[in-house]
T-cell receptor
Framework: KAGVTQTPRYLIKTRGQQVTLSCSPI?????VSWYQQTPGQGLQFLFE???????NKGNFPGRFSGRQFSNSRSEMNVSTLELGDSALYLC????????????????FGPGTRLTVT | DAKTTQPPSMDCAEGRAANLPCNHS???????VYWYRQIHSQGPQYIIH???NNETNEMASLIITEDRKSSTLILPHATLRDTAVYYC?????????????FGKGMKLTVNP
């Protein structure tokens, strides 16, 4: 099976711009989560989508949003970029099944490295 | 969810077993122990999980103490490619969205 793919891999944007990142999960996985990783804060949960619905959201401002399509592909958007948004954005997919410990088996993509100048 | 404590770093010689400790003294009966690792500049990689029995897969073994207050991830024959940050995570199933909460992890350096 192909792994989780994320595009683009690298991105440079200017403060105030917006950006859209894309994630294609492993075939058959319906749960997609997004994480932000910075040297200072480590890995932090952004949000999780399942069957096109956001089920969980981390503690990030409303400038961070996402969506999931019927084929489970997901996008996240960051509007009005700030310097502090420079980070590695990671997408993970999971074969989520209610009540199963495999729900925490998340398979991560390589990430998108976003630099805001 | 129970908090985990890992040493910040450890070294291991290539070819030897690497034993990575994790303390989770406040773990509840319904909480699982998960291990992930992150090789530099890559996304985290799921390794293994367990509840109370010892578990083994092609990557590693997980030994959970009888009282479940601590566990050890064992890489039987460490290679240079095992150099990574290892995360021990304790989570309970909630029947809904299951998000991972990563701590600082432990940096394992495998030396030639």
């Amino acid at each position: 099976k192909a792994g989780v793919t994320q595009t683009p891999r690298y991105l440079i944007k200017t403060r105030g711009q917006q950006v859209t990142l894309s994630c294609s999960p492993i075939s058959g996985h319906r749960s997609v989560s997004w994480y932000q990783q910075t040297p200072g804060q480590g890995l932090q949960f952004l949000f999780e989508y399942f069957s096109e619905t956001q089920r969980n959201k981390g503690n990030f401002p409303g400038r961070f949003s996402g969506r999931q399509f019927s084929n489970s592909r997901s996008e996240m958007n960051v509007s009005t970029l700030e310097l502090g948004d420079s980070a590695l954005y990671l997408c993970a997919s999971s074969p989520w099944t209610s009540g199963s410990p495999s729900s925490y088996e998340q398979y991560f993509g390589p990430g998108t490295r976003l630099t805001v100048t | 969810d129970a908090k985990t404590t890992q040493p910040p770093s450890m070294d291991c010689a290539e070819g030897r077993a690497a034993n990575l400790p994790c303390n989770h003294s406040t773990i509840s009966g319904n909480e699982y122990v998960y291990w992930y690792r992150q090789i530099h500049s890559q996304g985290p990689q799921y390794i293994i999980h367990g509840l109370k029995n010892n578990e083994t897969n092609e990557m590693a073994s997980l030994i959970i103490t009888e009282d479940r207050k601590s566990s050890t991830l064992i890489l039987p024959h460490a290679t240079l490619r095992d150099t990574a940050v290892y995360y021990c995570i304790v989570r309970a199933l909630r029947g809904g969205s299951e998000k991972l909460v990563f701590g600082k992890g432990m940096k394992l350096t495998v030396n030639p």
